[in-house]
């Protein structure tokens, strides 16, 4: 079964410091994609970065980076530099077949987790 | 800018009452279409998918005659949650993937709709 897992229900980092948080994913699709999103409380889904299964390199994007290690089907979000404003909740998403025409675009989310960022 | 947009942001109804959530992609056509829902705290979960000129393709446990979803031209599904209850009231949030996209991130939500239904 197709499944993300996101155990950190809520985690606190010291403003300007690196935080990761933590996913995990189960597939046997050879092709997938996997997200991250952040969601502040006015409900909107931010973008922050996506990782194809056959991107060598792990993407980053600004002061997200994603440790992706597919052999341990993991998607780590690492946030350098935490600011105030990246309060939120923070979900990873997976979209099996990445390419070809098994590309529906529907999305599994993880359970979600609730990052606050102290001053 | 938003690429996807949903409408209402917000909307209170009466319990027995219809109430209608558009999702329109802006600068792309969207054959297909997401409908998630959203309790608070908890993770988006995928309703149905809204395929244009077709009927729409339930997730197992939702009522499709209660979830009414219509995707009549490649930049426009609707949501009409028919007959609401209280129970109903939640987050909902639409998606669109950009078909003409190859690879990467080539998916776009709504800015969501808040339903409380009295």
């Known amino acids: 079964a197709q499944k993300i897992t996101q155990t950190q229900p809520g985690m606190f980092v010291q403003e300007k410091e690196a935080v990761t948080l933590d996913c995990t994913y189960d597939?046997?699709?050879?092709?997938?994609?996997l997200f991250w999103y952040k969601q502040p409380s006015s409900g909107e889904m931010i973008f922050l970065i996506y990782?194809?299964?056959?991107?060598?390199q792990n993407a980053t994007e600004g002061r997200y980076s994603l440790n992706f290690q597919k052999a341990r089907k993991s998607a780590n979000l690492v946030i350098s530099a935490s600011q105030l404003g990246d309060s939120a909740m923070y979900f990873c998403?997976?979209?099996?077949?990445?390419?070809?025409?098994?590309?529906?675009?529907?999305?599994?989310f993880g359970q979600g987790t609730t990052l606050q960022v102290k001053p | 800018g938003a690429v996807v947009s949903q409408h209402p942001s917000r909307v209170i109804c009466k319990s027995g009452t219809s109430v209608k959530i558009e999702c329109r992609s802006l600068?792309?056509?969207?054959?297909?279409m997401f409908w998630y829902r959203q309790f608070p705290k908890q993770s988006l979960m995928l309703m149905a998918t809204?395929?244009?000129?077709?009927?729409?393709?339930?997730e197992q446990g939702v009522e499709k005659d209660k979830f009414l979803i219509n995707h009549a031209s490649l930049t426009l599904s609707t949501l009409t949650v028919t007959s609401a209850h209280p129970e109903d009231s939640s987050f909902y949030i639409c998606?669109?993937?950009?078909?003409?996209?190859?690879?990467?991130?080539?998916?776009?939500f709504g800015e969501g709709s808040w339903l409380t239904v009295v």
């Open positions: 998606s669109a993937r950009d078909s003409d996209r190859g690879s990467g991130n080539t998916i776009y």
């Open positions: 597939t046997s699709d050879p092709s997938y994609g």
């Open positions: 990782q194809g299964s056959y991107d060598q």
């Open positions: 998403a997976m979209r099996p077949s990445a390419h070809g025409s098994g590309n529906t675009g529907k999305l599994i």
């Open positions: 600068d792309f056509q969207a054959t297909t």
């Open positions: 809204s395929n244009e000129g077709s009927k729409a393709t339930y």
